[in-house]
């Protein structure tokens, strides 16, 4: 049964960095996307950043210029390089697989909590 398994999160302070990894097993795919998102207390599901099978990348407005995210070279992992932290970047970070090639699918990790406090 396919899963993806978030690692990374902890606690940080203002300015810092960080890196999550993200990494997919059991899911048999060619055309897909995979996605950061994060949900803060008492806020809705965002999302964060997503990389497809053709190296297409988004950024929400929030993130852009200070996060990255990249594919590694095996594909079924994607990382998310978080710079100069800050604390509205506080929440859970989810990662997921979206497949449409060869079957459609959708894949949520548990999520890895992010703190950014001094």
């Known amino acids: 049964q396919g899963q993806v398994v978030e690692s990374g999160g902890g606690l940080v302070q203002p300015g810092d960095s960080l890196q999550l990894s993200c990494a997919a097993s059991?899911?048999?795919?060619?055309?897909?996307?995979m996605s950061w998102y994060r949900q803060a207390p008492g806020k809705r599901r965002e999302l964060v950043a997503s990389v497809n099978d053709a190296d297409t990348i988004n950024y929400s407005e929030s993130v852009k210029g200070r996060f990255s995210i990249s594919r590694g070279v095996s594909k079924n992992t994607v990382f998310l390089q978080m710079n100069n932290l800050n604390s509205e970047d506080t929440a859970v970070y989810y990662c997921?697989?979206?497949?449409?090639?060869?079957?459609?699918?959708?894949?949520w990790g548990q999520g890895t909590q992010v703190t950014v406090a001094s």
């Open positions: 997921n697989m979206h497949t449409w090639y060869p079957t459609a699918g959708d894949y």
């Open positions: 059991g899911i048999i795919f060619r055309g897909y996307t």
